[in-house]
């Protein structure tokens, strides 16, 4: 079918082709979905089953082994990490990443199943474990409120009611807050009072429970009509339980529990996460929208909504953003926008500056149509405008004028050597369309490994594979329909002089005689090419390698630890005393700090932190993205002198998936001092290298605990079990729950403990009395304790697999690559003599880049097989196909010496873009030899048909090469794509000269063609 005849005669079809562009472009702009990063669903959970009172070995045998032998029967389970801790268990459940997000829902169903008929087999003592299946849940809007001259309570009112107002804001689909002041009601009690009474604590606690539990009172018949009997609960304020008449046992006496006890109520001594901001104590507000909602809308309307909400919030209340994507996003798209637009305005430039205007004019409109007819297809098959989408738009901005350069230089030679417009057309669209659509479908595979990827790095950047697929595609169409059209209304009536050759030119002339020459010589020309390729390659051994490069967002985080065990209220202190140093620097615009555990996922690549007293992490926002560096050095030179007790380690916020350490030594086996020893020789290497620092271990250090040594036989006769020892203990201590005040929608804990002046104390925990069933008395647990031990004993014990998993973790310094670093120590590590049954492997980038690279080389081979096929369908030939295919090896020429000059490292994208100028040389290499073998079926000889193919196709090589290259600049300046733009500009730019000359002389070579003097 000539279809770009068509394009002109019937005018009125390719209109509505071009309205449809345009019209259909401008709908999708102002509809499409707007994000900062592609979404991808983070496929894990966490089972989280508290233990109360069991030692982290505990927790581990009883409880971590049995839910992870329920877990592991999934199908879908691709990892189980786990992290026993004295009094929890948290697992957590990575799902394989061949099940999206839509088959999630199911799995955690299996999940729940599974953990369910695993209660069974837990101790008695255990809680019931929780699924958490948001785990992976992103909260893009993330405020910080402080409110400095409120009260506790009035804090816990305003948080919710702002939580109330924000979940009826339109398409928000989630609130969490966190860092609230934690309410509980303290009964304190003299053991003094009880034991003058002879009043058990058991007695009190009973008591206590109750009075203020819900229980059915049953209901009645009274004449036909059934009446519920409703037993109310007996607390309905402080004064009521401060009333409570507690009977003594064996007597008729009752008295008040205010006469034998305090009542409080106040903000626990023990909270579980504490939160500041700018110094000040504060709890957060996270909003996550509906995942098809435009996120940038839903971050107005939270806006708006604050905003009105302004006069219902009490003077003195700050709202302040942590981060905002919705301004970040906004800020992205429309810094992406002005680059696409100015990718936009180079090509056509240099397209009217070498081709003139009409030229210009004719593929640009082309381009312009292919940009805005893209933009309408991404909105129609939900793919949403984002970094990634909008990137693969300025990426395919040269390829996408590839079809349109060879239909306009087709036509207009046609043109200039005397042909109407129409015929011109015709015959430009039927000797080149299936080529080019042979070489577009090329092109797009040569993406295609990325696109079919399993892998999270798959699923995060799909989009660059399908706005590849649908803006290649589309130019294709666009440039056998609406280029012939524009080229019949600006060429027609410009052509030659009769006799004048277009090839006459001297930038021809100096090819032809340039090609000539190494065609006489392509035993030479052939060597040189083979040596060029070889350096490259012996080269490309010295890039830098990395996975994925630093974010653009001027945040970064300030990790901090203090001794395993310590206190939560001592780590809020040190970091406040940080954010306070922090405030000195005119670069630090605002410092949020979470004692406890990290702060809510409120973005993709952040993962918040297990709960853990002893860590903190502050998140620190700068004025400008340049400026981290230099102030994270400045952190890590200040703050150990300041702060000699704490081990601190920055991070950077990073592209993609991934995140943690960069380089990680991990050690799996059965003996927890073995693991040590283990991790302790690789800290040593790791600390003695020079290429790391902040070097860490994640089981921490042991804990100091207080062990009571029950004697058994005097605590038979003295009624007191083991059971006894520890109420007492728990009692003296932190203090013993007793029930629930329920006020509202709040449950508050009742806890029972002495006065702070009979719990601040060791020592006193040996003149302590108990109550014994057997006697009706207290007896002094000195009386069944020989002594009290002080012992150490892990903590934190860390499993993978269900086998114990120590790491060492650790981060490249300066400049140097998390793979530079790995190669220096990987030698002294690997060298550890490990015992039987245990095992080393490397986690860290070295583990993600793997398997990011591994599913990519799955996919990879499907790709290549499908570019074979079709260039050996368009030829029907084996020998063009092996000229085509011999230049792929030629996609390194460049990179190589692109990478090395400009400092930047071989990213996972560099790797993309590696593999996609394999698909641009082949794409260069069909055209070209489609030509030769056109010219050939016009009965010209060979070496004539070889040499003017090559000469006419100069012009359009070149300027799909140029316009590639200058297409790419406004990418150099972001930090994604900055080393993929270098390795395609550098590598197209090399690889296309050698490509006009490597294509002629292969051609030649195999068709053994002589070119004479």
């Known amino acids: 079918m000539d279809i770009a005849r068509a394009s002109i005669d019937r005018p009125i079809n390719t209109w509505l082709i071009i309205l449809a562009c345009l019209l259909g472009g401008w709908w999708g702009i102002n509809g499409i979905g707007r994000l900062e990063d592609p979404a991808f669903a983070i496929k894990m959970a966490l089972v989280i089953t508290p233990y109360p009172g069991a030692s982290a070995a505990e927790v581990e045998a009883e409880i971590t082994e049995p839910l992870e032998s329920a877990i592991q029967q999934l199908p879908q389970l691709k990892r189980l990490t786990s992290r026993s801790r004295p009094g929890e268990s948290i697992i957590k459940v990575e799902i394989k990443n061949t099940y999206d997000g839509h088959a999630l829902p199911q799995v955690w169903d299996e999940l729940r199943r599974k953990v369910s008929d695993a209660q069974r087999s837990l101790p008695p003592a255990a809680k019931q474990s929780m699924v958490h299946d948001d785990y992976g849940d992103v909260f893009g809007i993330f405020y910080a409120v402080t409110a400095p001259e409120f009260s506790d309570a009035e804090i816990r009112e305003l948080s919710r009611f702002l939580r109330r107002e924000l979940l009826t804001v339109p398409n928000v689909s989630k609130v969490a807050t966190s860092g609230e002041p934690e309410e509980v009601i303290y009964v304190e009690i003299s053991e003094e009072r009880l034991v003058s009474l002879g009043l058990p604590l058991e007695v009190v606690l009973n008591s206590l429970q109750t009075e203020n539990r819900v229980q059915d009172g049953g209901a009645i018949t009274v004449d036909g009509r059934r009446l519920r009997i409703s037993a109310r609960p007996g607390f309905d304020s402080v004064a009521s339980i401060e009333s409570l008449r507690i009977g003594r046992p064996g007597t008729t006496e009752q008295i008040s529990l205010v006469d034998v006890a305090t009542v409080q109520r106040g903000t626990t001594d023990t909270p579980d996460n504490l939160i500041m901001h700018n110094g000040l104590p504060a709890f957060t507000l996270a909003v996550a929208g509906l995942q098809e909602a435009n996120i940038v809308e839903v971050g107005n309307a939270v806006s708006a909504h604050l905003e009105k909400l302004k006069h219902n919030v009490p003077i003195g209340v700050t709202i302040e953003p942590i981060y905002e994507q919705h301004v970040v996003v906004d800020k992205a798209i429309n810094s992406f926008l002005v680059s696409l637009a100015q990718s936009v305005v180079i090509v056509i430039a240099v397209l009217c500056l070498t081709m003139g205007w009409r030229v210009g004019m004719v ?269 994270i050095a400045d952190l890590r030179s200040e703050l150990p002198k300041r702060f000699p007790d704490v081990e601190i380690y920055p991070q950077r916020l990073m592209f993609g998936p991934g995140g943690g350490a960069k380089v990680e030594a991990r050690f799996k086996g059965s003996d927890p001092a073995v693991l040590r020893r283990l991790g302790e020789q690789a800290r040593q290497v790791f600390a003695q290298s020079g290429v790391v620092h902040d070097v860490r271990t994640d089981w921490r250090q042991q804990e100091m605990v207080i062990v009571p040594h029950y004697d058994e036989e005097r605590g038979r006769i003295a009624g007191v079990g083991r059971s006894d020892v520890a109420t007492a203990s728990l009692f003296a201590s932190t203090g013993v729950r007793a029930g629930v005040y329920r006020e509202s929608d709040s449950q508050i804990p009742i806890i029972v403990r002495p006065p702070e002046q009979e719990r601040s104390s060791v020592s006193r925990l040996a003149d302590r009395f108990m109550w014994s069933s057997a006697e009706q008395a207290y007896v002094p647990v000195s009386q069944v304790v020989s002594g009290f031990g002080v012992e150490t004993e892990e903590s934190l014990i860390h499993r993978r697999d269900r086998l114990r998993a120590l790491k060492v973790q650790a981060d490249p310094v300066g400049d140097l690559t998390a793979d530079q670093a790995l190669r220096v120590l990987r030698k002294d590590i690997e060298a550890i003599s490990l015992p039987d049954g245990y095992v080393l492997e490397w986690g860290g980038e070295y583990e993600g880049a793997r398997e990011a690279q591994q599913a990519l080389a799955t996919q990879v081979p499907l790709g290549f097989l499908i570019m074979l096929v079709i260039s050996i369908l368009l030829f029907s030939k084996v020998r063009q196909t092996m000229v085509i295919w011999l230049v792929v090896p030629m996609s390194i020429c460049g990179v190589t010496a692109g990478l090395l000059i400009t400092g930047q490292p071989f990213t996972f994208m560099a790797l993309l873009g590696f593999l996609s100028l394999s698909g641009m040389l082949m794409k260069n290499a069909i055209v070209l030899v489609d030509e030769i073998e056109a010219q050939e079926r016009d009965g010209k000889p060979q070496p004539e048909a070889l040499i003017d193919a090559s000469v006419s196709r100069l012009r359009p090589v070149f300027l799909a090469a140029l316009t590639t290259i200058l297409g790419m600049v406004p990418l150099i300046s972001d930090a994604f794509f900055a080393s993929m733009a270098i390795t395609i500009m550098a590598g197209l730019a090399f690889a296309t000269v050698l490509t006009m000359a490597a294509v002629p002389v292969l051609y030649a070579l195999l068709f053994r063609i002589r070119v004479a003097q």
């Not at 040596?531 to 970064?556: C, D, E, K, Q, Y």
């Not at 690549?605 to 992490?617: F, I, M, S």
Request: proline share 3%.
């Open 363 to 631: 593929v640009g409109a082309t381009l312009l149509l292919t940009v805005l007819g893209t933009v309408f297809f991404m909105r129609i098959f939900g793919i949403e405008m984002e970094r990634i989408s909008l990137g693969a738009l300025i990426i395919a901005m040269g390829m996408l004028v590839d079809n349109a350069i060879v239909i306009a230089e087709g036509m207009l030679i046609g043109i200039q050597r005397g042909q109407l417009a129409r015929d011109s057309a015709s015959d430009a669209s039927a000797r080149t369309q299936i080529p080019l659509l042979g070489a577009t479908v090329i092109g797009i595979m040569a993406f295609s490994g990325i696109g079919l990827s399993s892998d999270v790095t798959g699923e995060f950047l799909f989009s660059l594979f399908a706005v590849i697929t649908i803006s290649l595609l589309l130019s294709w169409v666009l440039a056998i329909t609406v280029t012939p059209l524009m080229g019949h209304y600006l060429f027609n009536g410009h052509q030659y002089k009769e006799g004048e050759d277009p090839y006459a030119h001297s930038i021809y002339v100096k090819y032809r005689n340039v090609l000539v020459e190494i065609l006489r010589h392509r035993g030479r020309t052939i060597m040189v090419l083979v040596l060029i390729t070889v350096l490259s390659m012996v080269g490309f051994g010295f890039l830098r390698h990395a996975f994925f490069p630093p974010s653009n967002t001027p945040m970064f985080y300030l990790n901090v630890m203090l001794r395993q065990g310590s206190d939560i209220q001592l780590t809020a202190e040190r970091l406040h005393d940080m954010e306070s140093y922090l405030q000195r620097y005119d670069q630090v615009e605002a410092v949020t700090g979470f004692v406890g555990q990290g702060g809510s996922r409120f973005m993709l690549t952040y993962e918040p932190e297990l709960p853990n007293p002893a860590y903190g992490q502050l998140i620190i926002r700068v004025s400008e993205r340049d400026l981290i560096d230099d102030l």
